[in-house]
């Protein structure tokens, strides 16, 4: 099957079908029996990112599975700080830990001279799961926008506050922007680089985009997302690109609005009729069942996916959920909800 004619290229191309595409955030993961097994053998995590059999095999476990529409590369946002200079770990209930930048020094010690060479293994497993697909599933590339990377750069990981990202970008906008322009440059490469080894879509997450209030939001996550993406539309016109700009409030008319990207990912909190009648005749939306209705199953998961597909699904439209799924899901679940949203079919 050509790419343009896979369902979620036709979705985020604007077309309004008969049922939406489903694929799901965070799909292969630690829900998965087989994806337990294989992270035991892998050792650690970053050792499962970067070895191109593990990365293939976790990739396709959930499209066997349950049959997905579309299949996500398998990776880390982190690994672009990674590959710039900085030292990463991850661990057991801490998270990911870098060794957070402090100054304008550490910022000057990053470099794109070894960029490409430490992110072949990430190329290598676009390639294999490119080659392995059923013909009928599209393959999303990603990457961590700016806003959300920098973040756990300066802060050294996870936080709650981002209060040493914010007073970087608040007291030091000039430096912060340096750090900003250097992750638009080496994100948009990345992702060239996961295009040109078999990705057919890319996803943008900016996953920290609701720390920022609306006038940061404008500057630190949607001018970059944007930069990103017209760099890439430069040499991949074709290729379509959804960006997630997480529990941004009202702050996603302002994404619809600018319409460089194809399709605009919703978390949980935005109302469906909102997002029908302000977003979508704008853009292609993607989204946006909270991830513990998926743990609950049952009548609570089947109404709320109902009433998403009734809502959204009269116009360009791609199931997914509201952010990731969690390590508590069950995986019939899962496979119940692909049966319903697949069984769907709009008036």
Not at 41 to 47: I, N, T, Y
Not at 176 to 202: C, D, H, M, P
Not at 215 to 236: E, G, T
Request: proline letters at 6%; aromatic letters at 10%.
């Amino acid at each position: 099957m050509q790419t343009a004619d896979k369902l979620l290229v036709r979705a985020l191309k604007g077309e309004t079908l008969a049922r939406p595409p489903i694929w799901l955030m965070r799909q292969a993961g630690r829900y998965l029996p087989e994806y337990r097994a294989l992270r035991t053998k892998a050792g650690s995590f970053l050792d499962l990112c970067y070895n191109p059999d593990f990365a293939v095999e976790v990739t396709l476990q959930p499209i066997r599975r349950f049959g997905f529409d579309a299949a996500i590369l398998f990776s880390d946002i982190l690994v672009v700080p990674h590959a710039l200079g900085m030292d990463l770990r991850f661990e057991e209930g801490r998270g990911p830990l870098l060794d957070a930048l402090k100054d304008d020094g550490d910022l000057a010690r990053l470099a794109m001279d070894q960029f490409h060479t430490k992110l072949r293994p990430v190329y290598a497993a676009v390639s294999g799961v490119r080659a392995t697909l059923p013909a009928e599933t599209a393959l999303i590339g990603f990457a961590g926008a700016p806003w959300t990377v920098a973040s756990y750069m300066i802060e050294g990981g996870s936080s709650r506050d981002f209060a040493k990202t914010k007073a970087w970008a608040y007291q030091r906008p000039e430096s912060f922007q340096r750090l900003t322009n250097l992750l638009v440059e080496a994100t948009a490469s990345y992702l060239i680089a996961q295009i040109e080894a078999g990705a057919e879509v890319l996803q943008l997450f900016d996953s920290w985009a609701g720390a920022l209030d609306h006038a940061s939001l404008l500057r630190w996550s949607l001018a970059p997302m944007k930069a990103i993406v017209d760099r890439v539309r430069m040499s991949h016109p074709e290729v379509p690109v959804i960006v997630f700009p997480r529990a941004c409030g009202a702050g996603y008319l302002d994404f619809a609005r600018s319409s460089f990207m194809h399709g605009l990912g919703l978390d949980s909190g935005v109302p469906l009729d909102w997002a029908f009648t302000q977003l979508q005749g704008r853009i292609a939306l993607q989204g946006n069942l909270d991830p513990q209705l998926l743990v609950a199953g049952g009548e609570a998961m089947t109404s709320a996916a109902t009433k998403i597909l009734d809502t959204l699904g009269q116009g360009p439209f791609i199931f997914n959920l509201g952010h990731g799924i969690v390590p508590e899901t069950p995986p019939e679940h899962v496979g119940q909800l692909v049966d319903l949203v697949k069984a769907w079919r709009r008036p």
